[in-house]
T-cell receptor
Framework: KNQVEQSPQSLIILEGKNCTLQ??????????LRWYKQDTGRGPVSLTI?????NTKSNGRYTATLDADTKQSSLHITASQLSDSASYIC???????????????FGKGTHLIIQP | DAGITQSPRHKVTETGTPVTLRCHQT?????MYWYRQDPGHGLRLIHY???????DKGEVSDGYSVSRSKTEDFLLTLESATSSQTSVYFC?????????????FGPGTRLTVL
């Protein structure tokens, strides 16, 4: 069964510090890997999308990396801000999904708290 | 938010009653989805639609039905709600571009079944 495991489950860091969230997956082959940010009480919002051939993708202070050989991805947040407090969800898509997206596998997310 | 709205945003109902949740989009995207999100689980796909009157089951479809009579509306129905269907429900659409598709999610509906 395709799985996506995220670590840590939760993380507390001080404002201004950097942090890295991890995602390990067993989906193979896969088409792309996505990171979403979900604020409390809201729907997830896409941060990055990487195809299997990409190693890194940035979106402002967010940088995602992908190692397709080890089936690992990380999301690095630089100079954290209070607004970064949210859940971060890793999602892996197999090749057959295309526009249907019916085969997406979602991780359970990492709950990040930024303290002032 | 890609023009996605969900209604109601909150609902409390009793076991055995029917419930319908509505998802509305303003941009005529072909694909629409219903997910549920529960503590300890990732988002799980209930049903999805790839066009008017074209729908298919997802991972956790038991106890749910859907309908799509117009491009802009995707309805999720719980024929007889159970306490296990207490959850937060998210609607999503897919927007294709650059060789990949991006999913945009609605604000969610919090459903409590007593």
């Amino acid at each position: 069964k395709n799985q996506v495991e995220q670590s840590p489950q939760s993380l507390i860091i001080l404002e201004g510090k950097n942090c890295t969230l991890q995602c390990n997956y067993t989906v193979s082959p896969f088409s792309n890997l996505r990171w979403y940010k979900q604020d409390t009480g809201r729907g997830p919002v896409s941060l990055t999308i990487m195809t299997f051939s990409e190693n890194t993708k940035s979106n402002g202070r967010y940088t995602a990396t992908l190692d397709a050989d080890t089936k690992q991805s990380s999301l690095h947040i630089t100079a954290s801000q209070l607004s970064d407090s949210a859940s971060y969800i890793c999602v892996v898509s197999p090749p057959s999904s295309g526009g249907g997206a019916d085969g997406l596998t979602f991780g359970k997310g990492t709950h990040l708290i930024i303290q002032p | 938010d890609a023009g996605i709205t969900q209604s109601p945003r909150h609902k409390v109902t009793e076991t055995g009653t029917p419930v319908t949740l509505r998802c509305h989009q303003t941009e005529n995207h072909r694909y629409m989805y219903w997910y549920r999100q529960d503590p300890g689980h990732g988002l799980r796909l209930i049903h999805y639609s790839y066009g008017v009157k074209d729908t298919d089951k997802g991972e956790v479809s038991d106890g749910y039905s859907v309908s799509r009579s117009k491009t802009e509306d995707f309805l999720l129905t719980l024929e007889s709600a159970t306490s296990s269907q207490t959850s937060v429900y998210f609607c999503a659409i897919s927007v294709e571009g650059g060789g990949t598709d991006t999913q945009y999610f609605g604000p969610g509906t919090r459903l409590t079944v007593l």
